[in-house]
């Protein structure tokens, strides 16, 4: 029986790590839990509520009917799938759209709908005989969420339309500056990093009440069903006239001279908007040249999306954090004032290595630097105003010692190079620590090797590592299978208790049977991400034999080039890592093989050849049998895709009157990696 003290310690931790998470799921769409273990938690929460009914919490999520649940939305198809766009940002790369679009139309001539590209979510609107029946979310482009109550609670959109129209629209679903800041007010303490966000967050609360009052708001930019008028510009006029809220910063432009100046005047105005924009779609606006100019994979050949210069601020560097990554690496990380960039106050900046801090930028103490973000990744420092620079501000140099184990720093050779012409040798310029005792490294590493897309023991955060590792228990990666040799111990460290020991004490059983790939994420080898571990899981037995794989059969495997080679020999070749192995497999590590029916996940999908390619088409073929797809010969409608290399002819052709996807090089190595959304 627990202990009321032990009891109100459990009950505190979890409603605090419940109340986070679903913060964060529902603010920012941050997964900190996954829904399997959210909901157990909730369970363990719940039944200590009922053992001691005077410990919980007023703010409970058992309790708080406001408190999103996690349960998911319900699922619905899209007729037509949600395509996403390709970039443009320089009007050298609109030029060379131009001329393809062009030479595709064959001597009609285009005119262009250019709108403003709302940063938001997109939403399928679908009306059936005039009355608001479905609002679904992109969701993986084929299938989304249901989240038809939620987006009904935004004013500008009618439930009823004036006319019994069956239609099915798309639009953005958006937050205006000025509800984004009443919200920010009214939630002085959450993370509200940026209105896409926001908006994201509400959409996924279960209570449309409370979505009511964070004022969301929809431009709706195309109406999916055929058959009304000709050309998209009317049909946008027509939505309008049924007095639906359509994207209004919109413009026909006559040609690409147009078009620039419609993306220059755009991108001025950006900060005096009342909505978030990035960019400006640049559409076809006649809907039969669109359909002859069809579509790739995963984008419209008839739209691009215009993409605006990142922005950049001016702010002050407060100091260098270096941090040390798994691999040894140093990442110096400039700390800064506080500065909004694009709705996102940010505080860290990347500095990449010292070369850039000491050599390119000749970063000075308390300098005034520019930051620029560039998509999501963190921003980076891109200069550094001189003018304000102090008189007696000291140069940064290049650490000579580990931050963590005070050890040598050292540059490695690169990776896979082999001595030039003249007997030079090529090194990174990444600094390292070669230490394999370094206690930062070997955080990291342990981090890295239960982390969710390695061994995911997703109840062993980063946090728990580090107090393990402080506390002695774990040294490197065998010792987390030790563990529940010192359960007694464990649960006696502060801020432990029973239940999460337990918890992670099981998760870490069943990590020994995980499948193979990802025990070979965990380990971390160079240049060995998921696809690489999952190639090389389908290529071994089992553990044993991926201990014991010879140069020659590494260079059997079709995907690995000479760098990949080497470095899965360098890991396995090693003794520490030989011994390391050995050891896991003393302590019960079984990874399960992977079975390559269920690796199969093109099974069903057919794909034709053609064109010349940058590799053999012997290669592409017994890649692409490998992942399931059936290889065809000849293109015909029941062709799933079109691989097109350099000067395909007449198959290219023919999945182009078929419209069928046509996919680049670039565009199938994609589609592998996200697999078989559309
Ligand atoms: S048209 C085939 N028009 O941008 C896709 N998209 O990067 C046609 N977006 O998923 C999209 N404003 O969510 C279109 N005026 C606009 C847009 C817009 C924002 C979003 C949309 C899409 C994403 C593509």
Known sequence: MLTTQKALEEINRLTDLLLRASEAYYNSGEVLMEDEEFDLMLGQLASLESQFPELARPDSPNKNVGTPTKSDFKKSKHQTPMLSLENLSTPEELAQWGEQVEKKLDGLVPLFCCEAKLDGLSMSVIFEKGRLVRAVTRGNGEVGDEVTENVKTIKSLPHQLKEPLDLELRGEVVMSWAEFEKNRAQ?????IKNPR????GS???KDPALVKKRGLDILLYDLVTPGFKEEHQANLILLEGLDLPVNPFRELCHNLDEVLAFCQKTEALRDQMAFKIDGVVIKINHLEQRARLGRTQKSPVWARAWKFRPQRKLTRLLGIENSLGRTGVLTPVALVEPVDIDGTEVRRASLHN??????RLHLHEKDWVFLEKGGDIIPKVVSIDLTQRLPD????AKPQACPSCQGPLTHAQKSGSKPKEDGTIEYEIDQRCTNARCPAQLLAKIEHFVSKKAMDVSSLGAKMVELLMQKGFVAQIDDLFRLKAHRAEL????????????KFLNALETAKTQPLDRLIIGLGINNVGERAAKTLALFCKDLNHFKGLSLAELESIPEFGP??????LDWTKAPENQDLLLRLTNLGVNPEPLARPQNQPFKGKSVCITGTLSKKRSDWKFQLEQLGFKTVEAVSAKTDYLLAGEEAGSKLKKAQQLNI????????NELIESGPTL
């Open 203 to 205: 959409l996924r609360l």
């Open 491 to 502: 649960e006696a460290i502060k801020g432990l208790g029973d239940i999460s020991v337990a």
């Open 187 to 191: 939630f002085p303490d959450q993370v």
């Open 354 to 359: 010292y070369k850039e801090v000491v050599d």
């Open 563 to 568: 760098v990949m080679v080497q470095s899965v």
């Open 197 to 200: 966000n926001f908006a994201a």
């Open 661 to 668: 996807p046509i996919l680049s090089e670039k565009d199938m």
């Open 393 to 396: 501000a000291q140069a940064y």
